[in-house]
């Protein structure tokens, strides 16, 4: 009769040491270093609640999206690769969405003579949000790169964003619940609305003026005395889709006007029609000038640059555009688990850095005069 009641005894204290490590390991698997796979869950503030593992910084938390998607064409495994040993380095997880070419779109699904492929690859990227009830995703180009500082930067704009916002309480997302796309990959882009801004002043992360290659800025990035500041605002008049984060409502409503509805336009211009309010769907956007994320072109001939555009021979170095400590440009030292960082360009005012100790300063809510 003992030995049955300590076998039973065991045998329920096991089941329940099995369902222990089972719920633990199902929130490892669930809960990644810049995105869960799961929605947002509020304990406290979830601001601060989904740094779950090892990432740069070591202290504070990293903010949130359920998805990053990266697009590009399956036989363009080199940038597969590029993409996935970033995002490896710096803690991110992306997935890999197909590009789409013009040539395999049916003659009665073209809304548009502009870009086709481009146009129809953001659109199937939209609409899986749409029918996968994505609460948040990034869709981002397959030649994207990134700050090494990512996780940081993107806490110091959840905060920006939260505070023109006016954001009371634990919103739902960490950014905020009053926008619909954060545009985080641009060639340019202006403010709208009131002149408010987030400033992050003498941030070293930002690209030095005469390494910008912005084609338009927001006009109190003409100031001098913001030259060394990173801004955050209610944008508009955005150029290049590098990288984009919409919310499920976001995703819909641009899907709605660029797909449904249809413009005559390149996806970029689609995107910046809807921040600008032209396309009678109601939309807010945020950006940050300097662009947060870049694009990069590895080291070879022109021609391997661009799958919409065909380049020449010409042979280039490896380069990224709009970052000061790329990713990109940085993998061999991140494989070697090395702290020191490299700037792309000496002139800089802090040619290295150490991420061990590197941080972004905090900002502060502007109205200019």
Known sequence: MMYRWN?????????????????????????????????????????????????FPPADSIVQFQKIFAMGFKERTDKHDAIALAA?????????????????????ALPAPAELGSWRAHMNALRHIVENKITSAVIME?????????????????????ALQDTRGVPLSPYGDDWDLLWLGHCGIKSRGEPKFYVIANDTTVTPRAHQNEFVRPALAEDPNFEKHRLV?????????????????????????????????????????????????????????????????????????????DGDKTW???????????????????????TTIHAQWDDVPAPEIDLASFEIPPGYLYTPA
């Open 7 to 55: 076998c039973r005894t065991i045998t329920v204290a096991l089941l329940a040491i099995y369902a222990l490590v089972s719920l633990v390991w199902l929130r490892y698997r669930t809960e990644g270093w810049w995105i869960p796979r799961t929605t947002h869950a509020v304990v406290t503030d979830n601001l601060l609640d989904v740094q779950n593992a090892t990432c």
């Open 233 to 309: 605002f209610l944008a508009d008049g955005a150029i290049c889709s590098w990288s984009l984060a919409f919310t499920y409502d976001g995703a819909r409503k641009a899907l709605t006007a660029l797909s449904y509805v249809g413009i005559d336009e390149p996806v970029d211009l689609g995107y910046n029609f809807l921040c600008t309010n032209i396309l009678h769907v109601p939309y807010r956007c945020l950006s940050t000038f300097p662009s947060l994320l870049g694009t990069w072109a590895q080291r070879g001939p022109a021609s391997r640059d661009s799958d919409i555009t």
């Open 316 to 338: 280039h170095e490896a380069s990224s555009r709009s970052l000061t400590y790329s990713t990109m440009l940085n993998l061999l030292p991140l494989a070697n688990t090395q």
């Open 88 to 108: 490896s380095y710096t803690g991110l997880d992306v997935e890999w969405l197909e590009g789409v070419r013009a040539a395999d779109i049916p003659p009665k």
């Open 142 to 162: 397959d030649d994207s790169d990134w700050d090494v500082n990512i996780k940081a930067q993107m806490l110091e704009l959840a905060r920006g964003t939260r």
